[in-house]
């Protein structure tokens, strides 16, 4: 009985390495003449990008910004009254349809008596979200709509904490473009 090494080889036996020669078979030829144009082509590309750049497909962040459809889910907001209320009614149908679960909402009575409930605290970890935009499809007062703000990086994790005021009032939603509603 003999050893054999990890690879099934018998130990002290010398291992046979393949060198280009004539007696590789057709198949292993073309693998090595497909190598050669995958690199022809990275080389033609490289070349291409290096002797006229104001060709290549880039965008210069941040002096030119990309326009994205009306489709685009960016950061939340939450649309307001007349009276400067939330027009949330804290029916909880946005928590219970995040598949993240990171919406919190507090209900508390409201003293409008045309309007049941209003939230007391609404928070949404933009940590966990993942902007499915479930929830502006799940509210039935098309109060949480999906503004077109792309620019979400923070210093701080409490800072992608985002409450009630953050999300009725940030001066960035003037200048924001319209990101997605399920009813427009």
Known sequence: MTDHDTHGQAVGEKKEVKRFTSEMRFPELLYIVEIIRGLGVTLRHLLRN???PSSMPVISY????????SLFRGRHY?????????????????????PAR???IVAEESPNPEIEKRPKSFTIDGLRCVMCGFCVDACPAEAIYM??????????????????????????????????????
């Open 147 to 184: 503004s077109g703000e792309y620019e979400m990086a923070e210093y701080a994790r409490e800072a992608c904490i985002w409450d009630l005021d953050f999300l009725m009032n940030r001066p960035s939603l003037k200048n924001a473009p319209p990101g997605y509603r399920p009813l427009e």
């Open 102 to 104: 990171c919406i919190t």
């Open 50 to 52: 290096l002797l006229s």
């Open 62 to 69: 941040p002096e030119e910004r990309r326009v994205y459809g």
């Open 78 to 98: 939450i649309r307001v009254r007349e009276d400067g209320t939330p027009r949330c009614v804290a029916c909880m149908m946005c928590a219970t349809v995040c």
